[in-house]
């Protein structure tokens, strides 16, 4: 039979091309785990495997056709697709120990440098004694600090841009310590 005649029949001969088809695949899958070629199969097991098929098909067909069935696996696919969102954002939102700190802590770096040296620092040599690259730190960062640790913060604001993000929140928290920016 050629391409055209497979397209172009009924879709009963399609069907039966297609169970024929099925049959032969569990029949070579049987005989490579038996060790045997596809001749080497008995013809008793080759018409389980056609039975087998066609049950197996017409079972399908049946399924396809009933509306509960087609609720049911879209049904299935959301849940599926839900359940993989929630993965994705298991993995990319961050746990309060996770993350790591940032380069240094500036309390510590502040202590270690005592208060003296600190203050005669400018901004940018504080923000480098802290591990903070003054070239990288924008206007947007240092309004972002402001909203999170200026006067009349919004702690639920705060709070959830922890949970998004803590790396940054930490970042943006030395950002803040350093130009002074808490409470102001």
Same mark, same amino acid.
């Given at each position: 039979?050629?391409?055209?005649?497979?397209?172009?029949a009924?879709?009963?001969?399609?069907?039966?091309?297609?169970?024929?088809?099925?049959?032969?695949?569990l029949?070579?899958?049987?005989?490579?785990?038996?060790?045997?070629?596809?001749?080497?199969?008995?013809?008793?097991?080759?018409?389980?495997?056609?039975?087998?098929?066609?049950?197996?098909?017409?079972?399908?067909q049946?399924?396809?056709?009933?509306?509960?069935y087609?609720?049911?696996?879209?049904?299935?696919?959301?849940?599926?697709?839900?359940?993989?969102?929630?993965?994705?954002?298991?993995q990319?939102?961050?746990?309060?120990?996770?993350?790591a700190?940032?380069?240094?802590?500036?309390?510590?770096?502040?202590?270690?440098?005592?208060?003296?040296?600190?203050?005669?620092?400018?901004?940018?040599?504080?923000?480098q004694?802290?591990?903070?690259?003054?070239?990288?730190?924008?206007?947007?960062?240092?309004?972002e600090?402001?909203? *999170?640790?200026?006067?009349?913060?919004?702690?639920?604001?705060?709070?959830?841009f922890?949970?998004?993000?803590s790396?940054r929140?930490?970042?943006l928290?030395s950002?803040?310590?350093? *130009?002074? *920016?808490q409470?102001?």
């Amino acid at each position: 039979m050629s391409i055209e005649t497979f397209s172009t029949a009924s879709p009963a001969v399609n069907n039966e091309v297609a169970i024929k088809q099925a049959a032969d695949q569990l029949i070579r899958v049987a005989a490579e785990k038996n060790g045997m070629t596809i001749e080497q199969v008995p013809q008793e097991a080759r018409e389980d495997a056609y039975r087998f098929a066609k049950a197996a098909y017409e079972e399908d067909q049946a399924l396809k056709s009933n509306p509960v069935y087609a609720q049911l696996q879209a049904e299935r696919e959301a849940h599926r697709l839900t359940k993989m969102t929630l993965e994705a954002v298991k993995q990319t939102r961050p746990t309060v120990g996770s993350n790591a700190q940032p380069s240094a802590n500036v309390e510590v770096v502040r202590a270690q440098m005592g208060e003296r040296d600190w203050h005669a620092l400018t901004d940018n040599g504080r923000l480098q004694a802290c591990g903070i690259n003054p070239a990288t730190v924008t206007q947007v960062e240092i309004q972002e600090s402001k909203r *999170l640790f200026g006067k009349g913060i919004d702690s639920a604001y705060s709070s959830n841009f922890f949970k998004q993000d803590s790396g940054r929140y930490r970042h943006l928290k030395s950002i803040a310590i350093v *130009l002074g *920016l808490q409470g102001k």
